[in-house]
Each structure stands twice: as structure tokens, then as C-alpha cells.
């Protein structure tokens, strides 16, 4: 698929409680994020995508001739057949002689040592990774995935999650990637669908739905932004990983990458602190320059503003009285000061390789 290209989602569907009105375009490279509240309408909108659903605004193209693979919360492997037999089972459902090398994916999936094992001897994270690889091997012209870490434990969503970065790099198979865990998405999205009571109500690159400050599923504590930037240093003796971005420098806890790699951060708004002076002392390492670009005006004890730093922007979340106090307003120049202990980091690889 060329670079630039759209898939085109329009889907209505009314149920007695509910109604489904979607009309987007979303990129065929990379992975697109569909999120909101439980209920929102996320998995009807898989469902309507992959044919499960009859849509006024779909196509009457039945399961088998849209060729999309489907990951669901549980991995729903067959049990009578080995790892290697539910993988070749996605392998025979190919439209065409063409398709990911068998081998490649099992590398990228890390399956090397399951194969022969049946799926009752694999843990959660294993079997989910069996499931995408299914997904994968039948060439699909892109792949479903919803919330496939839902069902896991924090330890088996740590164990997956680096395989599901080696994904977003290296296949070239536009993913659908339902999920109402924002750091999940902060992860391994690149454009993001946000979704309320079954409308869009944003839609565009992840770092730009983020900073909105408009959109109530993306307030409160989901609220902060990413920013993308290159890992110039790290200091051994601290144990800290200095990062260049359009703003300046951050530095974020750990040997974060190697020299030169890309890397990107979630950046929690509650993480971030405003002064009007540069302090003279602080336990805060990163303080750097931004401009106010936004208040957020509202009930409560607090508010969000959004700040320019170079060509990023990132949000704070900051009491009224804060507000009121340092009588900040739009364009005021001000001090943004970022926990590094708080910054999440996630390498970001840049040599994607076309296998499907």
C-alpha cells in the first residue's frame, strides 16, 4: 500500500439502546488506535469492519471475502491442534499464493521453542502471541485487534507488549487496535480514534488527538501527550538517558536506548509542574521554556493548559489556584518543569521491513 493511502470506515448500526455513526478515513501503514469508554461502540466497530455485524453504511461482502485477520481479547486457539497447526490453520485461509514467509513470523513473534507444544502448556501472553500469528498468516489486508492484552496480568502484558513494538515496525499490514488503556496506545499507535457513545469525536496523528483538550475521554488522568526525540547520552553514574526533542533536552530514567535511536515519550499531564522563573534549586531535572497555547476553562480543582515547547506541545494539569496565583493567561511565557522519574519511554525502531 502506498504511502498516504486511506481505508475508508463508514459504518451505522442502530440497536434499541444504541447507535453506531462512523465515517473515517485511517492510514493503511501503521497502527491506528480506536479508543473510549466501555461502551463506546470500540468492538461493534470491529465486528462491522470484519463482517460480523450487517452495517447501513458497510458493504454485503461476507467474513471470507474481506480477508481481515481478528484478534480477540482471548486468543481462541484450537485445542486439538498444536501451536504449528493453529498457525498453518491461518496459513490455509490465505485468498492468494502469496503471504508472510512462516519462519519470519514466527521469529517476530518469538514462537520458536512453542510449536510442538499444545495450547493448554502456553501462558496467557503466549497464546495471545500464537493468535496474532494466525492473524498474520493468512495475508490479510490488514488485522483487527480487540484490546488483546485485556484478558493478561501485568506481567504477561510486559512479556508481549515488546513483541507487538517488533510488529508495528516490521509489518506493513495496517492494524485496527482497539483499547481503553492509554499507555498501551501512548505505546504502539501511531493515529488514534477516539470514540463516545458510538461517534467519533476526534480522529487525526496521535500527538495531535492527545493535546486536545476538549475531549472528556482524554481528560482527568488519561490526560498528558507523547513526544518523539533522539537519545543522545546516557550517564552511568545516575543511570539517566538524555533526550533530544524540537524543545530541548529531557532526561528519563535508565539506559533508555542506544546513541541514536528514536525514541518516545508519555508524558503524563499530572506530571507536570509551571513556574514563571527558572528555579535556582530543585529536585526537578528537566525545566525547560514553553509557551502557553491553551487553558482549559471548567468545574473543579483543576485544569489543563497546553504548551508549546519548539514544535511539540505537551499538557499540564495544574489547580485553579495555580492558575489564578501566577495570573497565567494565553501566550504567557512560562517554565515547564517534567518529572523524569514519571516520563515512560518506549524505543522506537526505524528499520521497517515490508514481509507481507
Not at 507536570?272 to 530543585?282: A, G, K
Amino acid at each position: 500500500m502506498s504511502p498516504g493511502a486511506t481505508i475508508q470506515l463508514n459504518y451505522k448500526l442502530q440497536r434499541e439502546s444504541f447507535a453506531l455513526d462512523v465515517n473515517i478515513e485511517v492510514p493503511t501503514q501503521g497502527i491506528t488506535a480506536v479508543f473510549g469508554p466501555s461502551g463506546a461502540g470500540k468492538t461493534t466497530l470491529l465486528r462491522c469492519i470484519a463482517g460480523l455485524e450487517k452495517s447501513a453504511g458497510g458493504t454485503s461482502r461476507s467474513v471470507q471475502e474481506r480477508n481481515i485477520g481478528y484478534v480477540f481479547q482471548e486468543p481462541r486457539l484450537f485445542d486439538h491442534l498444536s501451536v504449528r497447526a493453529n498457525i498453518e490453520y491461518g496459513q490455509k485461509r490465505r485468498s492468494n499464493n502469496g503471504g508472510p514467509d512462516f519462519d519470519h513470523v514466527i521469529e517476530l513473534l518469538g514462537l520458536q521453542n512453542f510449536l510442538s507444544r499444545s495450547p493448554s502448556e502456553l501462558s496467557g501472553g503466549e497464546a495471545q502471541r500464537v493468535a496474532i500469528a494466525r492473524a498474520l498468516m493468512s495475508s490479510p489486508k490488514f488485522v483487527l485487534m480487540d484490546e488483546p492484552l485485556a484478558s493478561l496480568d501485568q506481567a504477561r502484558r510486559d512479556e508481549i507488549l515488546p513483541f507487538l513494538d517488533r510488529l508495528h515496525v516490521e509489518s506493513q499490514v495496517p492494524i485496527i487496535y482497539v483499547s481503553h488503556n492509554i499507555d498501551e496506545v501512548c505505546r504502539l499507535c501511531d493515529h488514534l480514534v477516539v470514540i463516545e457513545s458510538g461517534r467519533v469525536v476526534a480522529d487525526g496523528e496521535l500527538q495531535d488527538v492527545l493535546v486536545r483538550m476538549d475531549i472528556p475521554a482524554l481528560g482527568g488522568d488519561q490526560s498528558g501527550s507523547v513526544i518523539e526525540g533522539i537519545a543522545r547520552e546516557h550517564d552511568a553514574g545516575d543511570d539517566l538517558t538524555r533526550l533530544a526533542f524540537s524543545g530541548g533536552d529531557l532526561w528519563v530514567p535508565g539506559r533508555a536506548a542506544e546513541e541514536g535511536s528514536s525514541l518516545r515519550l508519555r508524558i503524563r499531564a499530572s506530571d507536570v509542574s509551571l513556574c514563571r522563573s527558572m528555579p535556582e534549586q530543585s529536585t526537578i531535572l528537566n525545566i525547560l521554556p514553553a509557551v502557553v497555547e491553551a487553558i482549559q476553562p471548567g468545574n473543579g480543582p483543576s485544569m489543563l493548559v497546553r504548551l508549546k515547547l519548539g514544535d511539540d506541545r505537551i499538557v499540564a494539569r495544574v489547580t485553579r489556584r495555580s492558575i489564578r496565583e501566577l495570573g497565567l493567561q494565553v501566550s504567557d511565557q512560562v517554565f515547564a518543569q517534567i518529572k523524569s522519574v514519571a516520563v515512560r519511554s518506549f524505543c522506537i525502531p526505524r528499520n521497517a521491513v515490508n514481509y507481507l
